[in-house]
Nanobody, 125 residues
Framework: QVQLVESGGGLVQAGDSLRLACAASTSTFSRYTLGWFRQAPGKEREFVAA???????YYRDSVKGRFTISRDNAKNTVILQMDSLKPEDTAVYYCAADRNGILSTIRDANQYDHWGQGTQVTVSS
């Protein structure tokens, strides 16, 4: 069982930056597709960004140019750098891992086998 532990959430003002980190407990980390999802109160969980084993990255349109996902396979860690934050970015952010790496469903939460506990990000206006 892969365990994922997020860190780095907090309360910031609009325009500020935050860096989320997710540490994974698996020796085959480099083979996984890693994703970040978020869920705001009263809304469904939505895709934010993902990075495949080959380093290719994918983003939802509303965060392109502001968020950057990266991975450090030596440290079993995936990072979400969030810049120019907006109040609408407020949500609980979840890290997820997928061993199969199917590209066509990379934005689908159902594809991911393992999830972290989530970290709260609050952006005030």
């Amino acid at each position: 069982q892969v365990q994922l532990v997020e860190s780095g959430g907090g309360l910031v003002q609009a325009g500020d930056s935050l860096r989320l980190a997710c540490a994974a407990s698996t020796s085959t980390f480099s083979r996984y597709t890693l994703g970040w999802f978020r869920q705001a109160p009263g809304k469904e969980r939505e895709f934010v960004a993902a990075i495949r084993y080959n380093g290719y990255t994918y983003y939802r349109d509303s965060v392109k140019g502001r968020f950057t996902i990266s991975r450090d396979n030596a440290k079993n860690t995936v990072i979400l750098q969030m810049d120019s934050l907006k109040p609408e970015d407020t949500a609980v952010y979840y890290c997820a891992a997928d061993r199969n790496g199917i590209l066509s469903t990379i934005r689908d939460a159902n594809q991911y086998d393992h999830w972290g506990q989530g970290t709260q990000v609050t952006v005030s206006s």
